[in-house]
Structure formats: structure tokens, C-alpha cells
């Protein structure tokens, strides 16, 4: 085994993979290290499905995408709180991203007839985000780069402000390897539920993570002991509603259920906590995962009855069916009188008059109820009756570390490191450091990747 | 093809599963693959389907009890076949013609009655039409439903099974042998070559059956005729591709669970030994062993087609009826 790399590359998700792939444009000599054994590989990248760009008409969407509302965006659900040099830099190198993939030969969708809110600025990986992850672990292998699976780095040793060496621990056992330059690529820390227990206390026990069980932060700490400048805090994640019999890890986007807005939700005490009809689900389906966070033993439950079944996406999971309220209740392990009273109440609140509809902002909404519903106010009386429970799903965190524009990690003083970098969730919060928006991750992870990978090199050499 | 249908019923997951041609790509980009706790493994549980739906539509139905096992029930019919011929050998003519050496025109039809040869070999056909056919028509009652396949249907049908179009799978290939191999044409080349192997050796028979019956002309024919060329050509191709594919099988098998693989191998090591036992009949022809090995041969045949509506043979019924299927539903969406 070689114990030098010009280019070490930690971590083989999407931006640990665009990083490498734009290293080696320029050198051979590259190690890159993942956590996960072979079939595991790729990270939370498998379970995605689409990017962001900005673009003019194209074949892979329905519509064009300027830079300007690209950016605006990102400053709206941001709350203005983006680095919005960062911000302009990923917006304008995004053009590049449809070339770029197929330069790797990952297929993209063409257009999606008008089946989805994000058809517009968004492309489709063919195959999702595991035919992309393996098109580019196929590159990185006819490219000659080295990949060690089932391999963690553990640390990092610096001189000065440079990355001299990297402490890997793999299937043989603990070595270090020297390093020209070193690309961190190892995701979010959404996987280590002991560490989010500092702020979140025993909370976590409940926690379901959506993505891969290898994103355990463990960079994220070496760098911390390091002095490196950091942003964010544990407090911080994005959650959704997953059904509460998901697997611990690894459930993916399967596990997601979007009954809220055609239902009533209730905690485990039998009692609604928020509108679930407030605005349009696209952009209220990531708030629940939070709200349910908040929850007595972060639970929540949907109630729908038959004439809303249909309203929403299958589940995964069937769910838990009754006759009547009370019936459900038990099964569900609510209080049966809380319930009752809960779907009395809301349904004596409805507006008698109203035009139901799904598709838009519609005018059936309760009144008079302290947590009110603005929108799809049915009443719930058609048996049979159907109940999900929720748990919050992690899908990632915004805790990371502070980079320039060539992706160098910033220290406490402010000062660039000379050949130490950083790409994908680990960054991502410079730019998106809250709220949510869709396809953006990778985003980030390809552009501040392909960036981090060539300015890797020429660090590695000086 | 999925896309459209909305609800998923029986019917309609043995439609897909006979879509299916177990090429690998869904399994290389299901992020929900083992060791994922759901453990999903659409080709497994597709190959388990289809080879419900051969047993669940053979014809006759009872039938179906042999179609799982496939060696055993392969070997009784081999028995049997060469019971029967044998028989037949014994009920006309010298006791050892068999271990003469006998040549010229109609040599094979002292060995076997040239009349006998025919009418069994026309029952047979027969059969496999008629149980193809009946198996065929139960399954297109179940998935097709309502909805009335065309002639422009089995056109396309026809193109796309001839074609190997889906084994391209639009430029992808199969992930093929092993699962986490890239994309490649190796699936579609061996299966051309039996494809295109088999129907040569067809041709050869058909074109036998012209010569001796319209023209007169009896076999064995010259090395430079229109059976022996098409039948030398379609027998080493099929030798080469059925072994290729028992060797791919093989090697990738440890990878795999895919429950169609008993019946694929009973298959092709029939294909493989009726391919070899005809070469072997035209190399010995002039010799003392062509009578043996003729009985032999023809008894590889009749394995071949009395088990043709129930192993693996029986693919292109389903198979052709399903892509069929699958133009329809494409026409009426428009698409
Ligand atoms: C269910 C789900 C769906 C999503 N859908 C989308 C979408 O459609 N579009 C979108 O843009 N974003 C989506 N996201 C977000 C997206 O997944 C991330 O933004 C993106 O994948 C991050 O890429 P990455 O390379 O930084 O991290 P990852 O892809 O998670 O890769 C990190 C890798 O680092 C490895 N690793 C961790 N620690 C170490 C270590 N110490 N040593 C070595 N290796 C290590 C891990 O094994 C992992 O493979 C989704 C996320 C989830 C969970
Ligand atoms: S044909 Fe290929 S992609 Fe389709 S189900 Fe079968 S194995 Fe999967």
C-alpha cells in the first residue's frame, strides 16, 4: 500500500467524487477514502434525484432559470443569510453542470412534462442519484484514482497552515499517509445522534436519519480541534415527517409521507400543534420533521379518512386502519376521548361553504380553533378511518466549516489554509445556511467540488 | 412502462415481470439493495414472478408440476423419447442396421421410417403450438384486460424481439455478467447467437423438409447445401452461445439469487446438447455410429419441444405477448 498522495480526497459522496474527478484532469496520484463498504457507497448522493442550475432553454427541464432569481431565491429562503459571493459563484459555474455530467456519462431526464413543481429549475438524474454516483465511480476508475471503501480518516496533522498528513484507519488497520493536498468531502454529521444529543438530549433516541449511517462528522471534529472557523451549530438540521416505523438509517425518500395538508395532526396527547394547511406542501412538507421534533417523545399522528386516502402519494407502510376514531386512537396509542374531542372540535369549526381543492390555496379553512387550518379543511367523517405516525427524519445538517471561493478552510483568524479544502454538506451552509431548497445541495457539492479538486492540485505541487 | 399504470394488481406485476429481461440496471441504481434494511432486489423478485407465471399458465395446467424442477423431468422425457424411437427402430428392418455403416441418399430413413419420422414430428409441433397458444391466451386475458392488442402491436413486438432491441436497453446494455459491472452488449450477443442459432437450425430442418418433399432430393445432403451450411452455422452458434451463457451464468452466479436459473440451465444444456449431438450426426454420418447417434439426436429434439411450453422455451410466449402489451398501453397514452 502507498503511503503518499499528491491529492487525498475524504469521503465518496457527490462532492467527494466531482472532486476527485477534477483532480485527476490534472494528476494521477489520488487516494480517495470512504467510510462505507462498496455496496454502501455514495453517501446521502444515492438517495437524491435532481440539481438545481441555472440555464437557458434546455432539453432537461421546461423552462429557463436566469442567475438573478437562482440567486434570489436562495437569499429568500435563506433570510438573506448566505455569503452571497459564494452564492453568485455556484449560481454561474452551475451552467456548467449538464456538460459536466454527461462528460461522465450520467444520463439526464429530458424535460418532465409538467409532472413536477421543480420541472423548471431542476434536471433529473436517469437512474437518481446511485446511477450518477456509480457513473462517476466508473470515471474515477478508468481515470487510475485510487478508491479505498470501508476506509475512515480519523485525522489530519498540520504544519503550519498546511495538511501534511492523514491518519486512515481501513480493513488493515490504522496507517498515515503523507499528502500533497486534501479535499474534505465527508458529508454532514446528521448519522452521529450522540453528538446532536449535546443540544437535542435523549430527543435523538427518536430521531430517524434519512441518508447514509456513515456521515458521522467525524471531520467536522478534527477540524474543530484544529481552530478551524466553523458555521452553524447542532441545533440546526433539516427534517421531515417519516413514517415512525422507518429504518434507523438509510430509509431514504421512500419514507416520507405527505398526508399533513389533507389531514388533521395530532400529538401523542390527542391534540393538533400547527396548521397543516398554512401554505402549498412544497414549501411546508420541510418545517414538520422540526415541529414533530418539538413533540412529547417526538411523535406525531396524520388522520385522514377515506375521501382523503387518495389525495396523496402510496406509502411505504400501510397505515393503521379503523371504523371509527376512538378505534384508531387505540391502535394508534392516542387517548380515545382526546381524539374524539380533537376531530369534533375541527370538524364543528368548518366553514359550511367552501370549493375544495387540492391544486391550490383553497378557500376551506376552521375557524375559531386555537391552532387554526388555513387550507383543505375537509370535515373527517367518511370511515374508513387511516392513521400515520410520524417521526422527524434528519435529511441533513447545517453545521460545517468556513471556505473561500476556491473552497480553502478558513481557521479561527480568518486565514485560508494553503492545501486544505472542503466540498458538499460539509460547506454547504455558507451558502444555504437555513430553509431549504430543493435540488440545491448538489448544487453546492458539484461546483465547490470540481473547484476544491483543481485547486488541489496545484496546492498539492507548491 | 410502468408509468402507464396506476394500481398494481397480480395480473400486472406478471406483466412486468415478464418485461423483465433481468438486465441488471435497476438493481445497480436502487439506492434500497441488501444490505439496506428494506432489501429490495427487483430482478430476484421479478425472476421469482415469471417463473410463477410459467407454472401458473402451462397447459395442460397439471403439466406445470414438471416445469420447476427441469432436470429430472428433462432426463424422464430424454428416456422416454429415446424409448419411443428405439421402439420404433425395432419394429422395421435388421436388428443391426443401427451398428452398420450405411451411406447414400435416405441413409437416416433406414435407421427411422422417413413417414414415421414425419408424423411424430408434426404431433409434436402440434402440440407446442396448440399449448403455446392456449398458455399464450390465458396470460393475454389476464394482463391485457380490456384493452384489445393490435396487429401493429405484435408488429412492433416482432421488430423489438428480432431486433434484441431491449437487451441494448437504448444504448445502456445489461449489467451483465455480475451485477455491479457497467452496461455492456455481452448479454445481447449471447443471446443472439442462440436466438439466431436456433432459428438456423430451424431453417436447416425446413429447408431439409423442401428438398426431400418438393424436390425429391433425400438426405444426407452435401456439405455445400442449404441445410448443411444453415445447420454447421446455427449449431456452433449455439453451442458458443448457450455455453457462453452457462459460463456467465456461472461465474456471476454467487451474486445473484435469481430463481429462473434452474430452468435457464435446464434450457440451455438442452440446447447446447441438441446443437452438439447434430453436429456429431453430420461429422459421423458415413460411419458405423450415425445410427446410434441419430436416436440420440432425435431424442435431444423431442426433449426440446415436448418441454418447449414448459421451461424456459416458453419465455417468448410470454415475453412477446408482454411487449406487445406494452406497445398498446404506449399507443393509447399517446406517447
Ligand atoms: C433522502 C435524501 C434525499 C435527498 N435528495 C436530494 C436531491 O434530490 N437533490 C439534492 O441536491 N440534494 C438532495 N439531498 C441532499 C444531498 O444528499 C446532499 O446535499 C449531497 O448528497 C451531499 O453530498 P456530499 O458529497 O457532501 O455528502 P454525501 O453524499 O453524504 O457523501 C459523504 C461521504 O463521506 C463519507 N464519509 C463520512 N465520514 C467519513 C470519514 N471520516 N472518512 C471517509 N469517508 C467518510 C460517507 O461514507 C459518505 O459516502 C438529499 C438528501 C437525503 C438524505
Ligand atoms: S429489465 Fe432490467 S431494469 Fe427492468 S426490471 Fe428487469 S432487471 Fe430491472
Known amino acids: 500500500m502507498e503511503n503518499s498522495y499528491s491529492v487525498l480526497i475524504i469521503g465518496g459522496g457527490n462532492a467527494g467524487l466531482c472532486a476527485a474527478l477534477s483532480a485527476a484532469e490534472h494528476t494521477s496520484d489520488i487516494l480517495l477514502v470512504e467510510a462505507a463498504p462498496k455496496p454502501e457507497r455514495g453517501g446521502n448522493t444515492k438517495y437524491t434525484r435532481d440539481i438545481r442550475y441555472a440555464h437557458d432553454l434546455d432539453g432537461y427541464t421546461t423552462g429557463e432559470y436566469p442567475d438573478d432569481e437562482f440567486v434570489n431565491d436562495v437569499v429568500r429562503v435563506t433570510n438573506n443569510n448566505t455569503d452571497v459571493d459564494l452564492l453568485k459563484m455556484v449560481v454561474s459555474e452551475s451552467r456548467n453542470i449538464p456538460s459536466w455530467l454527461q462528460n461522465k456519462d450520467v444520463l439526464i431526464h429530458r424535460a418532465l412534462k409538467g409532472t413536477l413543481h421543480l420541472g423548471r429549475t431542476n434536471l433529473f438524474m436517469f437512474g437518481g442519484g446511485k446511477a450518477m454516483i456509480n457513473s462517476y465511480y466508473a470515471a474515477a476508475e478508468k481515470l487510475g484514482i485510487k478508491i479505498e471503501y470501508n476506509t475512515k480518516c480519523t485525522d489530519l496533522e498540520f504544519s503550519g497552515n498546511r495538511v501534511t498528513n492523514a491518519s486512515l484507519n481501513g480493513p488493515d488497520g490504522n496507517r498515515t499517509v503523507k499528502v500533497g493536498s486534501v479535499v474534505v468531502a465527508s458529508g454532514g454529521l446528521e448519522a452521529n445522534l450522540e453528538w446532536l444529543s449535546e443540544y437535542w438530549g435523549s430527543a435523538t433516541g427518536n430521531f430517524i436519519v434519512r441518508g447514509t449511517r456513515y456521515n458521522r462528522g467525524e471531520l467536522l471534529r478534527v477540524l474543530l480541534r484544529h481552530k478551524t472557523k466553523t458555521i452553524g451549530n447542532l441545533s440546526q438540521f433539516h427534517s421531515v415527517a417519516v413514517d415512525a416505523r422507518s429504518p434507523k438509517f438509510d430509509g431514504g425518500i421512500v419514507t416520507r409521507i405527505d398526508s399533513i395538508p389533507y389531514s388533521i395532526t395530532v400529538n401523542r396527547d390527542g391534540n393538533r400543534f400547527y396548521d397543516e394547511g398554512e401554505d402549498l406542501w412544497p414549501k411546508r412538507y420541510a418545517i414538520w420533521g422540526r415541529l414533530i421534533a418539538e413533540q412529547p417523545g417526538q411523535l406525531a399522528f396524520s388522520i385522514v379518512d377515506s375521501k382523503a386516502i387518495n389525495l396523496f402519494l402510496p406509502t411505504v407502510f400501510e397505515p393503521v386502519r379503523d371504523d371509527t376514531i376512538s378505534g384508531l386512537a387505540i391502535k394508534l396509542g392516542i387517548s380515545p376521548e382526546n381524539l374524539s374531542r380533537t376531530v369534533m372540535e375541527y370538524n364543528q369549526s368548518l366553514k359550511r361553504k367552501c370549493t375544495f381543492n387540492p391544486g391550490i390555496l383553497d378557500d376551506c379553512s376552521t375557524s375559531g380553533l386555537a391552532v387554526p387550518k388555513s387550507h383543505w379543511a375537509a370535515p373527517i367523517d367518511s370511515p374508513p378511518f387511516y392513521g400515520y405516525s410520524f417521526r422527524p427524519g434528519i435529511t441533513f445538517t447545517y453545521y460545517g466549516v468556513k471556505v473561500n471561493s476556491k473552497g480553502q478552510v478558513l481557521s479561527d483568524d480568518g486565514n485560508p489554509s494553503r492545501n486544505l479544502f472542503a466540498a458538499g454538506e460539509i460547506m454547504s451552509g455558507n451558502i444555504l445556511s437555513e430553509g431549504y431548497l430543493a435540488g440545491f445541495g448538489l448544487t453546492i457539492g458539484t461546483v465547490f467540488g470540481i473547484t476544491a479538486g483543481k485547486e488541489a492540485v496545484s496546492a498539492a505541487g507548491s | ?335
Not at chain 2, 94 to 101: H, K, S, T
Open chain 2, 1 to 335: 412502462m410502468i408509468e402507464y399504470r396506476r394500481e398494481f394488481k397480480t395480473a400486472d406485476v406478471e406483466y412486468v415481470s415478464n418485461l423483465c429481461h433481468d438486465c441488471g440496471q435497476c438493481f445497480d441504481v436502487c439506492p434500497y439493495t441488501p444490505p439496506n434494511e428494506f432489501s429490495v432486489d427487483i430482478p430476484k423478485i421479478l425472476s421469482e414472478i415469471r417463473t410463477e407465471t410459467y407454472r401458473k399458465y402451462a397447459t395442460p395446467r397439471k403439466m406445470s408440476l414438471f416445469s420447476g424442477s427441469g432436470i429430472g423431468f428433462t432426463l424422464m422425457l430424454f428416456g422416454f423419447s429415446f424409448l419411443a424411437l428405439f421402439v420404433i427402430y425395432l419394429s422395421s428392418g435388421n436388428y443391426l442396421r443401427i451398428f452398420m455403416a450405411i451411406s447414400g441418399p435416405g441413409s437416416f430413413y433406414v435407421i427411422l421410417s422417413n413417414d414415421i419420422l414425419d408424423v411424430a414430428g408434426t404431433l409434436i409441433l402440434f402440440f407446442v403450438v396448440l399449448a403455446w397458444s392456449i398458455s399464450g391466451k390465458k396470460f393475454l386475458k389476464e394482463v391485457g384486460g380490456h384493452s384489445n392488442i393490435g396487429l401493429y402491436d405484435l408488429i412492433r413486438a416482432f421488430f423489438d424481439s428480432f431486433g434484441e432491441k431491449w437487451f441494448r436497453g437504448g444504448g445502456a446494455g445489461c449489467n451483465y455478467p455480475h451485477r455491479d459491472e457497467r452496461g455492456s452488449y455481452k448479454k445481447m450477443i449471447t443471446h443472439s447467437l442462440v436466438l439466431y442459432g436456433f432459428l438456423l437450425d430451424f431453417l436447416a430442418t425446413t429447408s431439409a423438409f423442401v428438398e426431400q418433399d418438393f424436390f425429391h432430393v433425400l438426405p444426407p445432403y452435401p456439405i455445400l447445401s442449404m441445410p448443411v451450411i444453415s445447420g454447421i452455422t446455427g449449431g456452433v452458434m449455439l453451442i458458443i452461445g448457450a455455453s457462453l451463457f452457462l459460463i456467465f451464468d456461472y461465474i456471476s452466479s454467487s451474486e445473484k439469487d435469481v430463481s429462473m436459473t434452474p430452468i435457464d440451465r435446464t434450457f440451455l444444456v438442452a440446447l447446447l446438447l441438441t446443437a452438439f449431438t447434430g453436429l456429431l450426426v453430420l461429422g459421423f454420418r458415413n460411419t458405423s455410429l450415425m445410427g446410434t447417434l441419430l436416436l440420440i439426436h432425435l431424442s435431444m429434439v423431442s426433449v426440446l419441444f415436448i418441454s418447449a411450453p414448459y421451461g424456459k422455451f416458453v419465455h417468448l410466449v410470454y415475453r412477446f405477448i408482454s411487449i406487445g402489451q406494452y406497445h398498446l398501453e404506449k399507443r393509447l397514452h399517446g406517447d
